[in-house]
Each structure stands twice: as C-alpha cells, then as structure tokens.
C-alpha cells in the first residue's frame, strides 16, 4: 500500500504524516455545557527500517511461553500437523496485527480492507528471536508436553527445535507466588542478594543481544502471578530509592520488579503479562530515563474480552448492568497457582475494574457513586482435569423498561494459551512499532510516546496509564484508538462510518 498525499513526506527512513486532530473542548457552565471545536496540528514521525528483534519471556517454560514459542515456529517453518479433523496449517488466528483487518478507503462504492501488519512496517513474528528465563529447567519440547495446549502430532514435530532451548536460571522470591510451585523450582539463580539477582539479569540480557546480534530486546513477563507487593513510597516511589532497595534485598522487592528494573537498565521496554503491580513508580522512572516503555498489566484474552463488549453493547443501548458474576474453573499450573488466595486477589482485582469506566460514562443510567457499585463477583477455581481448556460463566444481569430485567448467562471455553501466545505477540510487536514512531505537536520537537504506553490497553485486563490519564477499558474504543493511530502515521483518513462518499458520491 502506498499513500500518495501532499500531507505526507517519505524517504528511505522515514515516513510523516501530518494530521490536523479535531477534539471538542467543553466548558461547564452552571449545569450547561459549552462545546468548542478546535483542531490542533501534530506530525508523525514512523522510521520505516525494521530492526532484527530479541524477546525475552519471564516464565519461558509455562504454557504461554512454550505455547507462543512453538507457534511461531510452525509458522516459520511451515509445519504442518494431523488430528482427527485432518491436516492443519499454521496460523496466526487470535492476532490483531496478523489476521485482523483494517478498511482503508473505498474503491468505487466498495470497502477495501488490507492486514493491520500492511498499514505500517513492522516485523515479522517469524523473525523474532525468542530466549528467556524460568524457574523450571526443563527444555521447551518438554515444557510443551507438559503444558498439554498443543496437539500431539504438533508437539513431536516441534520436538527437534523445542529441546534445543532451554530457559536460563530464574530468580525465585517463594514468597511472592503460591507455595504450590516450589516443586518446579529447580532452575535458580543461588543467594538472597537482589542486586546481584539484578546483575544476573542484566548479564542475561546483554549476552543475548549480542549472541543473537540483536537490534534491541522486549522483555516480557508471563511467569506466574505474583501477590502485590506492598507498595511504599520509601521503597518504590523513584528510581533512587527502588535500587536502593534492591541493594539492601528488601523483602517487599518482588522478582517481576527486579527483571523490569533489569529490562530499563538494559535499554529495553518491559511487558507485564500478569496482574501483579510490578511496574512500581520506580520502574516508570527507570524507563523514562533509559527511553524505553512500560506496558501493563495482565493480558486481556477471553473472558474480560468478552465483558467488556457485552456490558459496552448494554450501556450503549441504555439498558443498565446491575450484576455480573463471574465463576472460572481452569486446570493448567496458572490456575494451581491462582488457587492461593494471596495471588488470587492480584487476578480479582484486574478483572473487576475492566468495566468501571464503561459505567461511570453513562450518568444517565448511573447518576450517583452508590449505583456504580454494581453487585461484580469474581470467582476462580482449580480444577486440575480442566487443562488449559478454562472454562468462564458469567451471568448479566440488566435493568431494562419499567424495571424489567435482562440476564444473559454466557458460557466461555477460553483455550487459554492459544488465546494468549497471538495476544503477547502482539503486544511485542506493537510495542517494538510505538518504539519507532515520534510525534510533534504544533510546531515542538519531535518526542516519543509516554513511558507507559498505554497505547496497547486493548490487549490488557487492567491497562495501566500513564499518571492523569483516565484509563479506557472499552474494547472497541480501545481498538479504534490502535487502528486510527497506525492509520494517521500512515497517512490514512481515519473512518468516522458516516459512509457519505458510498451514500452521495
Ligand atoms: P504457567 O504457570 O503455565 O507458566 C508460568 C511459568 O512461569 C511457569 O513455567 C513457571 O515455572 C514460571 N515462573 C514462575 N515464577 C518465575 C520466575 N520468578 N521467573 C521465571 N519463571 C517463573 O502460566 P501461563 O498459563 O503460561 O500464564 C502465565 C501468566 O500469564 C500467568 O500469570 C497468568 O495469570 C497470566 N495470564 C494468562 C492468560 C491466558 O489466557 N493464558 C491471560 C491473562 C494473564
């Protein structure tokens, strides 16, 4: 795709588009509103050379990790595999940016759609190194057999790349996850010293960037769900005191801490996968300094997927959630570890708020704080014959007309890894574009986006902001954000789907 318009400029490195953003600025006056459009200028720097990319997992033998590890390779390799279903190809079904399609403009009266990977440059999943760590030793062919996500026939024809890779030592803060792990624990790195854990990682990183001779490195943590760590200002308010305390080994210092501190420090971008608030102010200070990105928290798959559509679908309609709740049973080691209720309160606590903005929008239906106080349950239980097939229930129910109700019960078999591993690719691939892409605003310097780039919020349960900015938990505003964006750097006319050129010509 080639944009030709005077409002963008292109040569071999880099692409700008100029975009003038139309917003409406509101002024409150008594009980009436004013509303003021206004447009402001901003330019969209894009370098177009796409860099050889490293990957780093934290948790790299779970079921996400061998999951999304085997699944690019299939795809590279074009491996193809039987099950009583017949013969199957590889895919990337699950990704927005490999399989989801964005409209560019119309061709005569017809729409015409093109991959989300084609709007901009951006690397190619197939290319990506990937390495990490894990507190099990066990090679990733193994790791896969036990994670029973992939199929059989699939698993014996990754075997021959798969055992090839093992993670590297791991640091283990037993403390921070469930006592149920401690029997897989047998990959550490030895001591109680967090600076040295530290250093550890650091070296970790840097030797795999230059073995690999990588560009740059993402890491990205999928290990186990932590507990909170109890956050202090003394400890983890700024960069200064965060090292500060990993030096003197602060208990409250939790490994996922330790590897995003690592990540900064090596001039990389950190992902946090899980709901644990890993990404502590000191993180962001860290990541600010080092220009690099935080993104979090915990990957947005199937249920909350699903809920925050369905309750976005019922306030937009007018009609008023009162009550969700939620049961989830699930069987794979996630779910053995959630089963302590010291990381379930991580997990509750992500997946309850992913609806609280959607509510709060709409004074309508919810005019004081008491009614957004809507009855939302969250229960999760381990049950080992599940697998990784975790199954999700949900009942809405809804105030409609004249106090009637709507209940909807929603019956979700979430794959758990296969709905994960395209999400996490996503998220790094996007992550490695936004490190690519600066903008000005009037006539200011270029600049990157914020630390915490909050950009990828559609593939997060909780998506974290960056401070003052209100967290959007709505999926398709989310995925509007992502589409316009890529869209306006690419020079493109973002869809208001008013259709008036299909309408009138
Ligand atoms: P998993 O238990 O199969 O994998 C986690 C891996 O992390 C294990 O191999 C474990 O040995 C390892 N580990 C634990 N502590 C570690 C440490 N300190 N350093 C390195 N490795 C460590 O879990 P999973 O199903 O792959 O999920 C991974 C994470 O992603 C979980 O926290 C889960 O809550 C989160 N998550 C998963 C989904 C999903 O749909 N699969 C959705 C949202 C969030």
């Not at 308010?237 to 409250?252: F, M, Q, R, V, Y």
């Amino acid at each position: 795709m080639k944009v030709q318009s005077t409002t963008t400029q292109q040569d071999d490195h880099f692409l700008i588009s100029n975009y003038d953003y139309k917003s409406t600025n509101i002024e409150k006056n008594g009980d009436k509103y004013i509303a003021k459009p206004q447009t402001t200028n901003f330019k969209f720097k894009t370098d177009t050379r796409i860099p050889k990319l490293g990957v780093m997992l934290v948790g790299w033998g779970g079921n996400n990790g061998t999951t999304l590890t085997g699944g690019v390779l299939a795809n590279k390799f074009n491996i193809t595999w039987n099950s009583k279903r017949g013969t199957h190809q590889p895919n990337f079904y699950g990704s927005l940016t490999q399989s989801s399609v964005i409209k560019i403009g119309t061709c005569n009266t017809e729409e015409v759609f093109v991959p989300f990977k084609d709007i901009l440059p951006m690397v190619n999943p197939c290319d990506i190194v990937f390495g990490g760590w894990d507190i099990s030793a066990m090679n990733l062919a193994d790791a896969m057999n036990r994670a029973q996500v992939v199929e059989y026939d699939l698993q014996q024809k990754l075997r021959p790349y798969l055992e090839k890779l093992v993670p590297l030592p791991s640091i283990y803060y037993p403390d921070f996850i469930a006592a149920n792990q401690n029997d897989r624990a047998d990959n550490v790195i030895p001591g109680n010293n967090k600076l040295e854990h530290l250093n550890v990682i650091r070296k970790n990183i840097a030797d795999f960037k230059q073995l690999n001779n990588l560009d740059k490195v993402i890491l990205l943590w999928t290990a186990n769900t932590e507990r909170f760590c109890v956050e202090d200002p003394n400890i983890h308010g700024n960069a200064e005191k965060l090292l500060k305390s990993i030096e003197s080994s602060h208990p409250e210092i939790s490994a996922s801490t330790i590897f995003a501190c690592a990540a900064c420090l090596e001039g990389c971008s950190f992902i946090n996968g899980s709901p644990q608030n890993t990404i502590v102010p000191g993180v962001i200070e860290l990541a600010e300094k080092a220009g690099v990105f935080v993104a979090g928290d915990d990957f947005k798959t199937g249920q909350t997927k699903f809920k925050t559509c369905l309750v976005e679908y019922l306030v937009g309609a007018g009609i008023k959630p009162k009550a969700i709740i939620s049961y989830n049973h699930l069987g794979n080691n996630d779910g053995k570890n959630l089963s302590q209720e010291s990381c379930f309160k991580s997990k509750e606590r992500s997946k309850k708020t992913c609806v609280d903005d959607i509510l709060e929008s709409n004074k309508v239906l919810y005019p004081t704080e008491e009614e957004l106080n809507i009855d939302h349950t969250i229960v999760i239980k381990y049950c080992p014959e599940t697998g990784d097939s975790k199954k999700a229930m949900d009942e809405y129910i809804a105030e409609i007309f004249l106090g009637g109700r709507q209940t909807f019960a929603v019956y979700n078999v979430c794959e758990d890894s296969l709905l994960a591993a395209p999400l996490i690719m996503d998220l790094l691939l996007l992550c490695e574009l936004f490190e690519r892409i600066q903008f000005s605003k009037d006539t200011s310097e270029f600049q990157r986006f914020d630390t915490v780039l909050s950009w990828l919020s559609y593939l997060m349960k909780a998506p974290k902001s960056e401070s003052g900015i209100t967290t959007i938990n709505s999926l398709s505003r989310q995925r509007a954000m992502l589409e316009n964006l890529v869209k306006v750097c690419a020079g493109l006319t973002i869809d208001d789907n008013l259709r008036l050129e299909v309408r009138y010509g």
